[in-house]
C-alpha cells in the first residue's frame, strides 16, 4: 500500500508511523501535525553515502528547516545548502561545521556577504555583477571569502515551470559560455578566491538524463577554467532528484543518479588531471517522504461535489495549490477500507484554490475522521503561513513507539508577534 516506504503501515485499519497510531497522536496532540520517522530520515541520508561515497552532501534547508532533523542530518554527516542568514544561523545551532556549507542566493546584499565571510563559510555567487560588489565589500571590510559560481547550464530538466532552475531563462546563475572569464576575473580581485563551481537545475526531477547533460556541461566548464590557469577544487551539482509522489510514478533513487553522473565527472576529472571534492545538494529526496502531515476533518458536504474539509489548508501544506502537487492522502483511522467515494480535500482558507487534494477515492468518512498527507517533509511546514490567521502546526519526530515534539504549535499570540497598536490610534 505505501510502496518503498516502509516507515508507514497499517494495523488494524489504523496508519502507523514506525511503531505510533497516527490517529491517536492526532487525538493527543490536536491538527493539523508534521510527523517524520526519524529512521525513514536516517535511511535517506545513508543512501546517498552509499551511492557518493567521498562526496559531501549538503542538505537543502529550504525543504525542511526542523532544527531536531537538521541534528540528526549534521549526525549522520551531511552539510547545508543555505539561502539566507537565517537559514545560516539554524544549520550553525544543529551543529553543521562551517567547511559544510555553501552560502548560495541570487541576491544577497553587502550585509550578507559581511555575515559570511565574518561566518567562515563559502559562498556561490550568482553573477558578474555579484562578483564585483563582493570584493568591493570584501576590501571595504578587510575579510575575505572562498567562493564558487553558480552556472546556468541551459538544461531543461523536465519539471513544473516553477521549479525548473537551470533554464536559460531562469534567474539563477551565470550563462556557461561567461563562467570561465568570469572566474578568470576572480583570480584577480582581491578578497576573494574562487575555488569552484556550483550549479541546481531543477527539484523534482524524475529522470537522470537532465542531470548528466547538466554535469557533461560542468565539466566543459571545469576544462575552460582549467585551461585558463584556474584551480577547481569543488564541483557543486545541486539537488534536484525527484521522489515517488503518485502510486504511478517511480523516482530515481541516489545510486541512478550515481550511475548517471559518477562517470562523467570522474572520466572528465581523470583526462583534466584534476581531482576536486564532488558535492551534491538533496532537499528533497532526503526528507519528503519521512513525514506526514495530519489533519481533522470538519465536514463532508456532498454538494455538486462531494468535499472533505479539513483544518489544514494551503497554509499549512502550500503545494497542492502552487505546483498542482499531487500528496497521497490515506485515511489514519479507516487505512484499511475500501475507498468506496471520489471527494475534494479542502482546507479552511478563505479561498476557492485552497485544494489538497482532487477527485480521490477515499473510504467513507465523517467529522472527527483524521486524514495523513503523504511525502510532506519537503516545503511542506517550511512553506508554511499564517495566512487567515491561522497559527502554524506543531512538528513531531517519530523514533519507534516515541513521539516527541520538536516544535510546538503556534497558538493565537505569535500572530502578533512583533506588531502593536500605534499608540496614538489608542486615544
Ligand atoms: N540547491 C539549490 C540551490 C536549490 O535551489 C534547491 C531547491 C536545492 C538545492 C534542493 O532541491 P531538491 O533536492 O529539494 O529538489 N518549493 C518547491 C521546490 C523548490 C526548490 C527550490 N530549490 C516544491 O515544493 O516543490
Not at 3 to 30: I, N, W, Y
Not at 54 to 72: E, H, P, Q, T
Not at 284 to 296: E, K, P
Not at 351 to 375: C, M, N, Q, S, Y
Given at each position: 500500500m505505501?510502496?518503498?516506504?516502509?516507515?508507514?503501515?497499517?494495523?488494524?485499519?489504523?496508519?502507523?508511523?514506525?511503531?505510533?497510531?497516527?490517529?491517536?497522536?492526532?487525538?493527543?496532540?490536536?491538527?493539523?501535525?508534521?510527523?517524520?520517522?526519524?529512521?525513514?530520515?536516517?535511511?535517506?541520508?545513508?543512501?546517498?553515502?552509499?551511492?557518493?561515497?567521498?562526496?559531501?552532501?549538503?542538505?537543502?534547508?529550504?525543504?525542511?528547516?526542523?532544527?531536531?532533523?537538521?541534528?540528526?542530518?549534521?549526525?549522520?554527516?551531511?552539510g547545508a545548502d543555505v539561502f539566507s542568514a537565517g537559514e545560516l544561523s539554524v544549520v550553525r545551532m544543529a551543529g553543521i561545521a562551517r567547511d559544510m556549507i555553501l552560502f548560495n542566493g541570487n541576491s544577497k546584499s553587502s550585509k550578507d556577504h559581511e555575515l559570511i565571510m565574518q561566518a567562515g563559510v563559502r559562498m556561490s555567487v550568482d553573477s558578474r555583477e555579484e562578483l564585483e560588489h563582493l570584493s568591493q565589500t570584501a576590501q571595504k571590510s578587510g575579510l575575505q571569502g572562498e567562493i564558487l559560481f553558480r552556472v546556468n547550464p541551459d538544461v531543461s530538466p523536465k519539471t513544473h515551470p516553477k521549479i525548473a532552475t537551470g533554464l536559460r531563462s531562469s534567474k539563477f546563475g551565470i550563462p556557461a559560455e561567461q563562467v570561465a572569464a568570469t572566474y578568470q576575473r576572480a583570480m584577480e580581485l582581491e578578497g576573494v578566491k574562487p575555488v569552484g563551481l556550483h550549479c541546481h537545475i531543477g527539484s523534482q526531477i524524475l529522470d537522470t538524463a537532465p542531470f548528466a547533460e547538466a554535469a557533461g556541461k560542468m565539466m566543459d566548464i571545469a576544462a575552460a577554467v582549467t585551461a585558463a590557469g584556474g584551480a577547481i577544487e569543488r564541483i557543486d551539482l545541486g539537488g534536484g532528484l525527484g521522489i515517488q509522489y503518485h502510486p504511478d510514478s517511480p523516482a530515481p533513487t541516489p545510486a541512478d543518479l550515481a550511475a548517471a553522473v559518477l562517470p562523467i565527472f570522474k572520466d572528465r576529472c581523470r583526462d583534466l588531471g584534476i581531482s576536486p571534492k564532488l558535492i551534491?545538494?538533496?532537499?528533497?529526496?532526503?526528507?519528503?517522504?519521512?513525514?506526514?502531515?495530519?489533519?481533522?476533518?470538519?465536514?463532508?458536504?456532498?454538494?455538486?461535489?462531494?468535499?472533505?474539509?479539513?483544518?489544514?489548508?494551503?497554509?499549512?501544506?502550500?503545494?497542492?495549490?502552487?505546483?498542482?502537487?499531487?500528496?497521497?492522502?490515506?485515511?489514519?483511522?479507516?487505512?484499511?477500507?475500501?475507498?468506496?467515494?471520489?471527494?475534494?480535500?479542502?482546507?479552511?482558507?478563505?479561498?476557492?484554490?485552497?485544494?489538497?487534494?482532487?477527485?480521490?477515492?477515499?473510504?467513507?468518512?465523517?467529522?472527527?475522521?483524521?486524514?495523513?498527507?503523504?511525502?510532506?517533509?519537503?516545503?511542506?511546514?517550511?512553506?508554511?503561513?499564517?495566512?487567515?490567521?491561522?497559527?502554524?502546526?506543531?512538528?513531531?519526530?517519530?523514533?519507534?513507539?516515541?513521539?516527541?515534539?520538536?516544535?510546538?504549535?503556534?497558538?493565537?499570540?505569535?500572530?502578533?508577534?512583533?506588531?502593536?497598536?500605534?499608540?496614538?490610534?489608542?486615544?
Open positions: 505505501f510502496g518503498p516506504k516502509s516507515h508507514l503501515t497499517s494495523r488494524d485499519s489504523h496508519l502507523f508511523m514506525e511503531d505510533v497510531d497516527c490517529f491517536a497522536l492526532a487525538q493527543k496532540l490536536g491538527t493539523p501535525l508534521y510527523v517524520t520517522s526519524e529512521s525513514r530520515l536516517r535511511e535517506n541520508i545513508r543512501a546517498y553515502h552509499r551511492a557518493f561515497p567521498g562526496a559531501d552532501k549538503y542538505f537543502a534547508v529550504k525543504a525542511n528547516g526542523n532544527l531536531s532533523l537538521l541534528r540528526i542530518a549534521a549526525q549522520e554527516g551531511m551534491l545538494e538533496p532537499g528533497r529526496s532526503i526528507v519528503a517522504d519521512t513525514t506526514v502531515m495530519l489533519a481533522s476533518v470538519n465536514v463532508v458536504k456532498r454538494a455538486h461535489v462531494s468535499f472533505v474539509a479539513t483544518d489544514a489548508g494551503f497554509n499549512v501544506l502550500a503545494r497542492p495549490m502552487l505546483y498542482d502537487s499531487y500528496h497521497h492522502v490515506v485515511a489514519a483511522n479507516h487505512s484499511d477500507e475500501k475507498a468506496e467515494e471520489t471527494v475534494t480535500v479542502v482546507g479552511p482558507i478563505c479561498e476557492t484554490g485552497d485544494i489538497l487534494a482532487k477527485d480521490r477515492k477515499v473510504p467513507h468518512l465523517a467529522r472527527g475522521d483524521v486524514l495523513a498527507f503523504l511525502d510532506a517533509g519537503a516545503y511542506g511546514f517550511s512553506m508554511a503561513s499564517q495566512y487567515n490567521g491561522q497559527p502554524r502546526p506543531a512538528e513531531v519526530l517519530v523514533s519507534g513507539s516515541r513521539a516527541e515534539i520538536t516544535r510546538r504549535a503556534e497558538d493565537a499570540s505569535c500572530l502578533l508577534t512583533g506588531q502593536r497598536i500605534l499608540p496614538r490610534l489608542m486615544k
